[in-house]
Structures are given as C-alpha cells and as structure tokens.
C-alpha cells in the first residue's frame, strides 16, 4: 500500500508535537512539507526536520499531499479545511474544528459527498481510564451527577479564543463521548480576568438521561487540576487525569473493612494514537474515529455556552 504524502500547518506548541508523531510513523507516512508563516518558526522546523519542504502557504504544496494536519490558531481552521476538502485531501483538524456554529455548517456542505476522511483533533478522548469507567457506568443507576475540573496557571496561549473555547471543549466532547446521553440545557458563570475573553468559567448542563453535569474550567488558576467524578446512589467514582489514579467508593464497605478502591492506570502517547487512527482511516476507509459531527456537537455545545456567559440565561442545545 503506497504511503500517505503529508503536511503539517503550522510548526508553533503542539505543531512540533505533530511533526514528531509524523516522523514516528515512517512506515506508513511520507513526511513532504511543512506550512508556516512566522519565519523564526521555519528556521525551527528546517533545522529539526531537514529532509522536509518547509514553506509558507500550503498553496505551494496542495497537489504534492494526501493528507494535512491542521496545527494552526483555531480562527484559521475553518478556512483552511474548507481548502483542503475542497482539494479532496485527507484532514486531520486540531479541536476545535472550527470557530462557530455557521462556520461548522458551511463545513457540512463542503464536506458532503467528499470521499476524504475528516479527524477532529480531541485527544482528551484516548485515555486509557475511559475504558474502566465505561464499564463502571454500564450497571450505573440514573441519574447521576457528573463534575469534571480542568483548570492551571495562566500560560499566556491560546488567548485568541475564550477558556471554553481552548479548554472547556475537551470536557464538553467528553460528556457527549462517554455518557451517551444528549445535554439538553445549558447555564454559566464566569469572570474575564487576564484578558478580555472568558478566562474562567463554570458551566451546569442538563442531560436527557436527567443527570447533571457541572463542568469548570480555567486559565488563571492557582494549580492545575484535571479530574472526573461522577456520584449516583450507588456511590462515588473519582479519576485524577493527572495522577492517573481511578479510585471508587461504593455504598457498601470492602473486605477489608475500607470504602474507597483506588488504583491505577497506564499514560498513553494520546497524539500517537490520534496519528495511528488517521492513517489506518485514510489507507482503509475506515470511519474517522473522532468525526467532523463530533466535531460540530462540541462547537456548538461550546457556542451554547459562550451564549449563557454572554446573556446570562439559559440556552436550549440542538445537537446534530
Ligand atoms: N488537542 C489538544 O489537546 C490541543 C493542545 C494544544 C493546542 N491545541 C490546538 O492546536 C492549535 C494550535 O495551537 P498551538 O498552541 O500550537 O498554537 P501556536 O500559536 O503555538 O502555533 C500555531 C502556529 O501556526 C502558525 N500559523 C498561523 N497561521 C498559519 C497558516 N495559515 N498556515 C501555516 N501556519 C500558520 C503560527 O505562526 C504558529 O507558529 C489550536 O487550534 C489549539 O486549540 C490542541
């Protein structure tokens, strides 16, 4: 089978992450160019990748690739993959796929009938404590409450969108991925600290199952906290995405007379396998494994969000 002809766009923070997951699957990926505007960035990428065409508009590349990884600031993404479908070439798009919920529909369009897979960067999904806790929540008595906490320190990126934007989309896509149930309503607080975007927010979602889910995110926290909880009747499960801990305290008592089990659970390389997953797609046919509807249900959760912050009501979602 003849090797994927790829490009990487944009060569800034994660872009050199993506550089390397391309060079780490040279069995099934041709490495062709780099696209990057900021000139510092391509002498950084023509010394740490010497073999690869670096240039500055993937117009000068587009008929040499397969397939492109999309790595630039989230208000670039809808134009660039609306080119690249056009051009009929594979896309891998780093969350948020797009901006807003018109621009997510224009991609609807572009994309139909386009015979290209579409993977939408939301790496969150890949850690290895989803598979335990699928399991958990399949004997799980509704309804439950789920909170999920992703704050840090202020780190000066991403600040040309909102915290919900950059931040709060993981855990919104989470709630969709893993509890399979539809959030219908949506209400939010939040405070604009460091910039003149919202840099904290507090966003309470209604399910269709009738749990709740309560989800914080942040950039100018104190210390950076990343974890999931869930609590029913039938008692309490905890995962600590940093210490990669998995901890559960049923409503009874252990054998040895405590009440919470804690273990854990092995780290995974989640962008690997976000490239894992994009080539076997673009070689087999195979379904991307986070699509571009994913992809629109968590733009327009995040639209929906950003809507309650601005007008301090609550927002109806309408999920496709
Ligand atoms: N999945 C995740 O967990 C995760 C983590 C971090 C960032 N991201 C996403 O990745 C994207 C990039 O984030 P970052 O932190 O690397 O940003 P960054 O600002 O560090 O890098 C972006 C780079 O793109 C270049 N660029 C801008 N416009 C371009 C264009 N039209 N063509 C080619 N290059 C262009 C810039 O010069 C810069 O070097 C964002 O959309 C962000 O949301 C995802």
Known sequence: MKKVRV?????????????????????????????EKFPASQEAAKAAHPGVRIVSDIKEIVNDIDAAFIV??????????????????H??????????????SKLKEVAAGKNVILQVGHSERFHEAWDKLRDKLQSLPTPYSVRINRYAPFKGRATDVDVVQDLGI???????????????SV??????????????????????NECEAHVVVGRNATREVRDLEVVSKDGT????LFANRFAVATSGKNEDGTFV???????????????????????TGRPA??????????VHLVDCTLKALDFDTTITVKLA
């Open 7 to 35: 490009a990487v766009l944009g060569y800034g923070h994660l872009g050199k992450w993506h550089c390397q997951k391309v060079e780490a699957h040279k069995e099934v990926a041709e490495f062709v160019a780099i696209v």
């Open 72 to 89: 630039t600031p989230t208000s670039t993404h809808f134009e660039l993959v609306k080119y690249l479908l056009e051009n009929n070439k």
């Open 91 to 104: 896309v891998f798009c780093e969350k948020p796929v797009c901006s807003n919920d018109n621009e997510a």
């Open 170 to 184: 993981h855990d919104l896509d989470l709630l969709m991925y893993l509890f399979k149930s539809k959030p219908i």
């Open 187 to 208: 209400v939010a607080t939040g405070y604009k600290i460091r910039t003149d975007k919202w840099d904290h927010a507090s966003i309470y979602l209604k399910m269709e």
């Open 237 to 240: 499960i905890h995962i600590d």
């Open 261 to 283: 089990v804690e273990e854990t659970y092995g780290k995974r390389d989640h962008l690997f396998l976000e490239h894992k997953n994009f080539y076997e797609s673009v070689r």
């Open 289 to 298: 494994v986070v699509n571009l509807k994913d992809g629109m249900n968590a």
